[in-house]
């Protein structure tokens, strides 16, 4: 019977074209995280190659395949389009194909899997690479049906017999049979259900450029405390999770009928392959055994994410989406935005994030003000200890220790927030990239020259007990060692900041945010905690 379908049915090629898309030839060139470029200069919902033209913007989305997901995701790169794409044409080392189909809605998927087929309905507005291959119904209110063919369980068994191997080329797309008489719109309404609920789980992360605000705090009722609020979102992800699973069951039981694949397959979709990043069997895998509380741990980092965000003016808790994420802007751009902010963006974009207690108003400080202000004065306490727990640390163990590394990992080494670092990590201080401006640097030596003076004051307190005859003598002894280390670091962030920082404080060093974060990154060496994996 499956054989048969070959024969008894119109190939999807027929009615629709199966098309690779551009290689740019630099990519490291061309290509963006979306989110390291100026917005300004973002394109998102470009529906013609005219209308990308008339924007006058430099980046637009780029399809470039990436993991397992489907029905709609994987909206994590721009591509260098400007003046269609002169820079590129004009480099001799690009093959734009299919450039007529730029900019139209399609049905698109990835080249290469590691296991599954996956494939995503994709809005009006994107270019597509080789690694994002895409088919353009001929008749374009159909893409539903085409969407639901090949996110159907047939279109992978289709697919198992064209080519078994891992790589799904357009070719063999192409080859794949569409049922003559099918309920069309019943599987417009799954499909357009699926596509809603795999947009707003993609949208409930910053990484989304459709972002507007946390799920955790949209979640919570007045009065609630975090872990009510976070148990009214887990819930909230269940039933997403579940009425995914059943619309996904539902189209293949659609499409096994209209092939008569009965005796091939059954229209069961196993829990892991429900493709919701709130899933934890889909996003860490069914092998993992602490999901629920992974989970958890990764609800409340990106809650403090989204708080550094709000520190920062990148987010605010009381306007939806990106506030300041043009090159340059400050808090006068943020104010005309957000005129009466219940908490305000520091002004100087510098955020110090210490080890100890105690040295000044820090990340620490901030963070716990955006919990008071976010969910309540009363509740702090609460929370607090709610955050802690789930974390498995203290709020400045996990900000000293943690944060950067998740950020980076999160961000996929493209990073919006750098970390200055003296090299014995004893100071740290956050930026925030799109507000970078020349005397960033300057800003930062004075937050460290401030810090080296509170531990001066130390020093001398410990000083001053290590030679008093009336402390008992064991203190004593400890006061001196405590005061050792303290001039040692003294000694070290000096050298950091007359041998390091004083020198790039001085060079006013510009930003190019088209350049991305890499080569941007490679301007204040010695100067930024290293990103592992990302050279010098």
Known sequence: ????????????????????????????????????????????????????RQSGCTWFPYAKGGEFRKWYGNADYVVNWHDDGRDIVASGRAYPRARQRYFSPSVSWSFLSSAYFGVRQQPPGFIFDMAGCSLFPDAPDQISLYTGALCAKTASLFLQVLNPTLNFQVNNVASIPLPAQIDVNAIQAIVQAAVQIGKCDWDGHETSWDFTTLPLLSAACPGDTLARAYTRLRARWQGMTDTMQRLEEDNNRLFINAYGLHDELTPDVPVREITLTCNPAYRYGPRARDGEARLRADTVAELLHYAVGCLFGRYSLDAPGL?????????????????????????????PVLEEDGLGDDIVTAVCQFLRVSFGAAQFEENLAFIERVLGKDLRRWFS?????????????????????????????????????????????????????????????????????????GQRIRAQKESRAVAARIEALRAWADGVLHPLAQQRIALDLDEGVRRNYRLFAGALKPIRGVPD
């Open 1 to 52: 019977m499956l054989r048969q379908c070959f024969v008894r049915f119109p190939l999807v090629g027929a009615s629709a074209a199966a098309v690779c898309g551009m290689t740019t030839g630099e990519n490291a060139r061309f290509v963006r995280a979306w989110h390291e470029v100026d917005r300004s200069r973002l394109r998102t919902d470009a529906a013609s190659p005219a209308a990308a």
């Open 323 to 351: 506030i300041l994420a043009r090159q340059g802007a400050g808090p006068e751009a943020y104010f005309a935005r957000v005129p009466h902010p219940r908490l305000a963006p520091v002004r100087d974009n510098v955020i």
């Open 401 to 473: 220790r943690d944060f950067f590394d998740d950020h980076v990992k999160r961000y996929r080494k493209r990073p919006v927030y750098w970390m200055f670092s003296s090299p014995d990590g004893h100071f740290n201080a956050l930026v925030y990239m799109h507000r970078y401006h020349q005397d960033t640097v300057s800003t930062v030596l004075a937050s460290l020259r401030q810090f080296i003076a509170r531990l001066e004051h130390e020093q001398a307190r410990l000083r001053k007990q290590a030679n008093d005859a009336g402390t008992p003598p």
